[in-house]
């Protein structure tokens, strides 16, 4: 059974950065993709980034491109954030998740890509 757990979540000012990071186990890294989630206070889980099983494919959302950098360590099966020019409008509960799917570009991801989780880490930006 595969397991997420992220860490690297903390409370940061406007303009600063963070990075998160996702440990992965109990499966083989290389045969999923993966993923940054985030959802902030009454609002529905948002994508974020994804990087596909090569650990060279990735994807942004509009909204942090240009900000955010995903990569992965497979000596390590980890998978970091890179959150450069925090805005307060990221914050939010961030999830990393692990899928078998891979969308191009186009054609959103969604939740259902993605069949496993971890449980969040709290990045609050301070304005």
């Known amino acids: 059974q595969v397991q997420l757990a992220e860490s690297g979540g903390e409370l940061v000012q406007a303009g600063g950065s963070l990075r998160l990071s996702c440990v992965f186990a109990?499966?083989?890294?290389?045969?999923?993709?993966m993923a940054w989630f985030r959802q902030a206070p009454g609002k529905g889980r948002e994508f974020v980034s994804a990087?596909?099983?090569?650990?060279?494919?990735?994807r942004y959302s509009d909204s942090v491109k240009g900000r955010f950098t995903i990569s992965t360590d497979t000596a390590k099966t980890t998978m970091y954030l890179q959150m450069n020019d925090l805005k307060f409008e990221d914050t939010a509960v961030y999830y990393c998740?692990?899928?078998?799917?891979?969308?191009?570009?186009?054609?959103?991801?969604?939740?259902?890509?993605?069949?496993?989780w971890g449980q969040g880490t709290q990045v609050t930006v301070s304005s």
């Open positions: 998740a692990a899928g078998i799917a891979w969308r191009d570009v186009g054609n959103d991801f969604l939740l259902d890509d993605f069949g496993f």
């Open positions: 990087i596909k099983w090569d650990h060279n494919t990735s």
């Open positions: 109990g499966g083989t890294f290389s045969h999923y993709a």
